[in-house]
């Protein structure tokens, strides 16, 4: 049966402040660390939380949520196992886009571009910093593999806890970090009838990036 769903009661008004050239940071980078500072301090749930999107043998596109976890003018960083599907696909095509969505704010962005493995060192920092049972998670766990049923993930968690029973587990070598080098950025602000602002930073020219504006 198919289930009701009246979308015209959701239907509102985006009502967010002009983005336009003069108020656009000049860096993609520090205009994203602008719009991030504002959600955060908004204080939104999960406000580092954006979608990554690989592919697929064939090109078929999947997509997940992860978290950001730190960023500069090198690149957007985060952690997951390379084993995993994501793993797996940026193996075969080291390409990714990001997407960030504020919707208390009206606000989108877009980051696509190559993407490589963080060092193991950094890795390694990175993993010891988690709190100790989210180590012992990722340790139990080989991320996107079929499993029997829920108990026997149980079995292998405590299994794991049984033999480090006073410290944390060992950094699985298969888990550990990405970085995405930004080659393109687009800063969504919504508007008042639909007539969105929509900006977009490519790399290249003189200054480093070129600004244009796309139809909304
Ligand atoms: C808000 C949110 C944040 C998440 N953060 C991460 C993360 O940082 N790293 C991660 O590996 N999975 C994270 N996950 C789980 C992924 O969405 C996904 O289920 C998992 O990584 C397996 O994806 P894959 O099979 O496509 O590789 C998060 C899920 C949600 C809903």
Redo the contacts with the bound molecule.
């Keep these: 049966m198919e289930a009701e769903f009246d979308q015209r009661s959701q239907r509102r008004e985006y009502q967010g402040a002009a983005l336009n050239r003069t108020s656009l940071a000049a860096d993609p980078v520090a205009q994203f660390a602008l719009w991030l500072d504002a959600a955060v301090a908004s204080g939104i749930k ?1 406000p580092t ?1 954006m979608a990554l999107a690989t592919t697929g043998p064939a090109g078929m596109p ?1 997509v ?4 950001l976890k730190h960023f500069d003018a090198g690149g957007f960083c ?4 390379y084993r ?4 797996l696909e940026l193996a075969a095509n080291p390409h990714a886009a990001l997407l960030f969505h504020w919707r208390e704010w009206d606000r989108q962005v877009r980051i696509s571009g190559p993407v490589e493995r963080l060092s193991a060192a950094q890795s390694e920092a990175y993993f010891q910093s988690r709190p100790v049972d989210a180590r012992f998670a990722a340790a139990a766990s080989l ?2 593999a079929p499993v029997a049923d829920r108990k026997t993930l149980e079995k292998a968690l405590q299994a794991l806890r049984r033999r480090h029973p006073n410290d944390g587990p060992p950094r699985p070598s298969e888990w550990g970090g990405y970085r995405l080098h930004p080659v393109e950025f687009e800063f969504w602000q919504g508007r008042e009838g639909r007539l969105h602002d929509r900006l977009v930073f490519q790399k290249g020219g003189p200054s480093g990036w070129r600004v244009s504006r796309l139809q909304p």
């Design positions: 999960d939380a999947s997940r949520s992860v978290l985060w952690y997951t196992d995993s599907r994501k793993g991320q996107s």
